[in-house]
């Protein structure tokens, strides 16, 4: 089967063919790579945005060709060239499925069009990661309105304040609900995301897969530092994830955990220079500085795969306090390495781990109950041991790499018999 894959990012097989180092982000989507390579009856055609050439940057490797297509920072504006590349290659390549990974992007919606001009519109599917439309409306959730149109000379320059990310957000949502209105099938993985879409098309078949983790959490030993109260914090930078409300859960935590530490992964640390930071590091800093803690968080920077493990076999537990979420991998990789997670109970989060058994769940707005929750997991270790080994368990399940290869393949299947090339 010829599949074309439609990405937010180059596959590490791509960046090792031009021969440069891969992401450290979406590395879930080395997993389905892997996943699907691994059958060795099918092609890819695979797409990825690139700021590096002006031009399509062509690679290809056993089992795949890709083609990179300019898109400069900020707004999306080479729509023309991208959609004109997408129609040219669907063309000449013929494939049985179109999939598109993820609707935030604007070129998800071009993609959709090129795959429509072509007679491919039936036989495209688009998988959700997150759903910027809902995200836009809870970006800052409970957020002090007045930082929102702070700006730092860089962020000024770059039109890139919160403000501004949040209408970007909000762009990009109208674009998704487009996307998502117009094709017939959607790839999923939680109740969250299917009820999202069918809000917008109810008309569309629904195909239930989950996501496979990067390899290196797979071949892991699990691991954890019961002792080190340490806790792991994913992508400190995005407002999404909240961090604050971990900030402000702190203070209690400190009382009766007097050592308690935050490693927090990301790009983040707290880039707080006024000619070149950031507006909500800013805010984040100050709100450690009136809590008294900014001397508990270390920041540890984008980090590969096998350096997750190493900080996470380090740490106590997982903490998540986004504001909302579908499923965060960062989750399900703590839970594959054996450590007992705390997260809101936002989105599709309660699909993946089952509250009191799995993980504790907590309400977003409930900052003492988010203390109280990491207070239990640091003090009470026949607690923390039930969690991390049921929540193991059910990484196992929810991230089995075989249930989700054979889960896409059968979408495939079923997603090609809708028409064939004329």
């Known amino acids: ?25 979406s590395g879930w989507l080395d997993g389905a790579f892997a996943d699907v390579m691994s059958v ?8 990825y945005p690139q ?58 919606e071009l993609m959709a ?16 990661q997150g759903l910027v439309s809902v995200i836009s409306r809870q970006f800052m959730a409970g957020f002090p309105d007045t930082w929102l149109k702070r700006r730092t000379l860089s962020e000024l320059k770059n039109r890139c304040s919160l403000y501004e990310q949040r209408e970007s957000y ?16 959607i790839i999923g993985r939680t109740r969250w995301d299917e009820g999202c879409c069918r809000l917008v098309n109810p008309d569309i078949e629904y195909h239930h897969v989950g996501e496979s983790l990067r390899p290196e959490f797979y071949d892991a030993t699990p691991a954890r530092d019961a002792s080190s109260h340490r806790l792991y914090f994913s992508q400190g930078s995005k407002p999404i994830k909240a961090m604050y409300r971990l900030v402000e859960a702190l203070p ?18 707290l880039r707080t220079d006024p000619m070149r930071g950031s507006s909500y590091d800013r805010y984040l800093a100050r709100r450690m500085d009136e809590l008294c803690v900014r001397d508990r968080f270390d920041f540890v920077g ?55 058994k799995e993980a504790l769940l907590v309400p977003f707005n409930e900052t003492e109950l988010i203390s109280d929750a990491l207070i239990r997991v640091l003090t009470d270790d026949s607690l923390a041991h039930a969690l991390a ?34």
């Open 1 to 25: 089967m010829r599949i074309a894959w439609l990405c937010n990012a180059p596959v590490r097989a791509i960046s090792e063919a031009l021969g440069r180092s891969g992401s450290v982000n």
């Open 40 to 47: 060795g009856e099918h092609e890819l055609i695979i797409f």
């Open 51 to 108: 700021k590096a050439e002006s031009r399509v940057e062509r690679s290809s490797g056993t089992g795949f060709e890709a083609h990179g297509f300019f898109c400069s920072k900020g707004d999306f504006r080479e729509r023309d060239a991208a959609k004109g590349l997408f129609t040219e290659v669907l063309t000449s390549t013929k494939p049985d499925v179109v999939h598109i990974f993820g609707s935030e992007n604007e070129f998800g």
């Open 113 to 128: 069009q090129a795959a429509g001009d072509c007679g491919l519109l039936d036989r495209t599917v688009v998988s959700i």
């Open 170 to 185: 909000q762009r990009r949502g109208q674009s998704e609900e487009r996307l998502i209105a117009s094709v017939h099938h």
């Open 252 to 269: 209690a935590i400190a009382r009766r955990v007097p050592d308690v530490r935050v490693v927090v992964a990301g790009s983040s640390g």
């Open 302 to 356: 984008s980090l590969g795969p096998d350096e997750v493990v190493a900080q996470m076999a380090l740490c106590s537990a997982f903490v998540s306090t986004s504001s909302i979420e579908n499923s965060p991998n960062s989750m399900g990789e703590a839970m594959m390495m054996g450590l007992p997670c705390v997260a809101t109970f936002v989105g599709g989060v309660p699909d993946i781990a089952e509250h009191g």
């Open 389 to 422: 080994d049921a929540g193991r368990k059910r990484a196992n399940i929810n991230h089995s790499r075989t249930v989700n290869r054979d889960a896409l393949l059968g979408a495939y299947a079923r997603i090609a018999a809708h028409g064939v090339w004329n």
